[in-house]
Structures are given as structure tokens and as C-alpha cells.
């Protein structure tokens, strides 16, 4: 899910290169000011092509900041590809994103100009309903996310593959000093989705056994937040190669390879919980197996096919299937703060995962 990290403004991305524009008539460049990239995808092949934007100007309770890093997401990926059906294009991603603050309005009371600060996946929600009370924005029926959905005023929001963003300070996060601009960025995203819901699910606890199932950023990330709970933690993948990334890479305990059936069975009943951060099609069932009873299996991937399991496979051991999104603002500056704490995050690198898939 995350990975690459490109140093920004790099308007010129391009991760499918092609040298002939696409001719499509509905897209059109908006006026100039902000630069980024936009996507788009004719005749079902996407390209990057720069995008010239304005954002709004800085209201009263905004925060505008420059944008030095941002994550590249697996969503960005699904997005641009239009795998869930409602991108409209020109689109830019990016929902990762660490900068520096340039403007402040004159309401603005957590920030100052040439504060480091974050901005994850929402740029905005109703903040009265039950959800917003509870600092659980993410789940607000009235979300605004940071790209590609109408904002309250109409436009349609831009992510951080650009050089500034704008944003009301409530969804700002305030960078930790010792915490990188860099690496840090994909915590953002992939970093308060484990974060969360290992918290919210109870898999926080040391000693917790944890599974972990993916490849690529998000897997990444949920075996270093399991760790640094002090859960033990089992990683499944099914590449036998990537156990040495796993085990010494990760410092995962376990490694599962989860084509090997007797692997399999042997883990069966053992984990507490599993974060699954597969993004394609796989079978869960065999998840499901390896939980204890009252195990829960948490989806934080997003695979485009409906799931097919068994009712058995619940109902013997009352397991849960559950899905976790990102986390709340108030949680994810917890989350920058406990990264801050813990060296591992201070020193680690990120890669792009690809497309590997459980
Ligand atoms: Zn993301
Ligand atoms: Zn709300």
C-alpha cells in the first residue's frame, strides 16, 4: 500500500510514462497557481500529465503549508486505476503529506508559519455529528477526503502530489520534532490505519499474538506498530522469500508461508487477531483458521471482489470480521506522538511494496 516516497513539488511523475498526451476532451487545466499532477486514463491506460491548480485562499481557521514529502499510497494506485468506480478525472493523489507551514489565518491557534506540520486522509467532515463528537471523523457521514471528492464550498479536493496544500487547522497534524519529514509521511495513512485498529480491536497488549497478512507498505507498517505494542507477531505472505525481510527486515517472530498447508494448519488457532492489508482478491478462510476463538480478523485492505466465507467458520469459535479506515485526527497526532517515541520509526526506511498479493 505505501512506499515510494517522492520529494515534492515533482510535478513530472510519472510512473507510466508516455510521451503522447491523451486527447480527452473533459479534461481541462484549471487556472494556474499550485502545481501538481493529474491522472487520467484513456482507452483504460492512466498517465501522469502536470496539472496547474489553484487552491482557495487562506480563511480564518486555514493552514497553508508547503509540501515537502508525500507518501505514495496503494489507494493513490486504486484511484488513479478507477478501481472503485467514482474517480473523476483530472484527479490528484496523495494523502500522505508533510510540509511546512507558509500562512496561518488570523483565527488559526495551533499553528505558526514555519511549523512542520501533517495532513493525512481527511481534509474535512461536518464536525457536529456523533462520530466528529467522538473524534472519530473518519467515520462522519460528511467526510471530505483530501482527494478527489467535493469539498463544502464545491470544488473538488486535490492531495498532496503538489506544492502546497490547504487545509482547516482542525485536520492538521503537528509534526514531532524528532520524527522524520520523509519516512515518516506514510504513517499518515498506513501508519494510523494499524495504529487504530490494533488500539480499537484490542491487539495493543504485549504479548498479543498478532498476525500480520500483505505485502508492501501497509504490511510494513502494521508488523512495526504490532512490535512496538510488544505483541508477538506472525507475518503470512506467499513468498517464501520474503521471510528474511520479515524476520530480520521487520523483526517479525513468525513467518507463515500461506500457500504451505501444513504451515497452515500448524498456526491454526493460535493468533488473537489478524490485520489483513491485502488489497487483492485472496481467501480468508484460512485466516479465519489460524484465530483462537473470539479471534478477530481486521480488514484494512480493500480488495475490489465481495468476500466469500462460510458462516461456520464464525460461528465455530464466535470469530469477528471486522474492517477498520484510518483513525481520527485526535488519534493520529497520538499515533505521530508514539512514533516519535519509539527509534524504530526514527530510522526506517520505506520502499514501494508493488502488488503482491496474500
Ligand atoms: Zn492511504
Ligand atoms: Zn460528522
Not at 515533482?10 to 510514462?17: A, D, M, S, T, V
Not at 488513479?80 to 507551514?101: C, Q
Not at 497534524?173 to 490494533?198: F, M, Q
Amino acid at each position: 500500500m505505501v512506499g515510494l516516497l517522492i520529494p515534492t513539488p515533482k510535478p513530472h511523475f510519472n510512473p507510466h510514462p508516455s510521451s503522447t498526451p491523451p486527447q480527452n476532451d473533459h479534461l481541462t487545466r484549471i487556472r494556474a497557481s499550485d502545481q501538481g499532477i493529474w491522472l487520467c486514463r484513456p482507452q483504460h491506460v492512466w498517465n501522469t500529465f502536470p496539472l496547474t491548480f489553484s487552491r482557495r485562499a487562506t480563511g480564518e481557521k486555514d493552514v497553508r503549508f508547503r509540501v515537502l514529502y508525500c507518501g505514495i499510497c496503494h489507494s493513490d494506485l486504486h484511484f488513479v486505476k478507477n478501481d472503485w468506480r467514482f474517480t473523476s478525472y483530472p484527479a490528484t493523489p496523495g494523502h500522505e503529506i508533510v510540509g511546512e507551514v507558509t500562512e496561518a489565518g488570523s483565527k488559526v491557534e495551533k499553528f505558526k508559519i514555519g511549523d512542520k506540520v501533517g495532513v493525512g486522509c481527511l481534509v474535512g467532515s461536518c464536525r457536529s455529528c456523533q462520530s466528529c463528537a467522538s473524534d472519530y471523523e473518519q467515520y462522519c457521514l460528511k467526510p471530505v477526503f483530501t482527494y478527489g471528492v467535493p469539498n463544502f464550498n464545491g470544488t473538488q479536493t486535490y492531495g498532496g502530489y503538489s506544492d502546497h496544500m490547504v487545509s482547516d487547522e482542525h485536520f492538521v497534524l503537528r509534526w514531532p520534532e524528532n520524527l522524520p519529514l520523509d519516512s515518516g509521511a506514510p504513517l499518515l495513512c498506513a501508519g494510523i490505519t494499524t495504529y487504530s485498529s490494533l488500539r480499537y480491536f484490542g491487539l495493543d497488549k504485549p504479548g498479543t499474538k498478532v498476525g500480520v497478512v500483505g505485502l508492501g507498505g501497509l504490511r510494513h507498517v502494521a508488523v512495526k506498530m504490532a512490535k512496538a505494542f510488544g505483541a508477538e507477531v506472525t507475518v503470512f505472505s506467499t513468498t517464501s522469500a520474503k521471510e528474511q525481510d520479515a524476520i530480520d527486515g521487520l523483526k517479525a517472530d513468525h513467518f507463515i508461508n500461506s500457500k504451505d498447508q501444513h504451515q497452515m494448519e500448524a498456526a491454526r488457532g493460535t493468533l488473537d487477531g489478524i490485520i489483513d492489508t491485502v488489497s487483492g482478491d485472496h481467501p480468508i478462510a484460512p485466516l479465519l483458521n489460524a484465530l483462537t476463538p473470539h479471534g478477530k480478523l481486521v480488514l484494512v485492505g480493500a480488495p475490489e471482489s465481495p468476500l466469500e466465507v462460510a458462516a461456520f467458520y464464525l460461528i465455530m469459535g464466535r470469530k469477528t470480521i471486522a474492517g477498520s479506515n484510518i483513525g481520527g485526527i485526535k488519534e493520529t497526532q497520538e499515533m505521530l506522538n508514539f512514533a516519535a517515541d519509539h527509534a524504530q520509526w526514527r530510522t526506517q526506511k520505506f520502499f514501494h511494496g508493488g502488488t503482491e498479493y496474500f
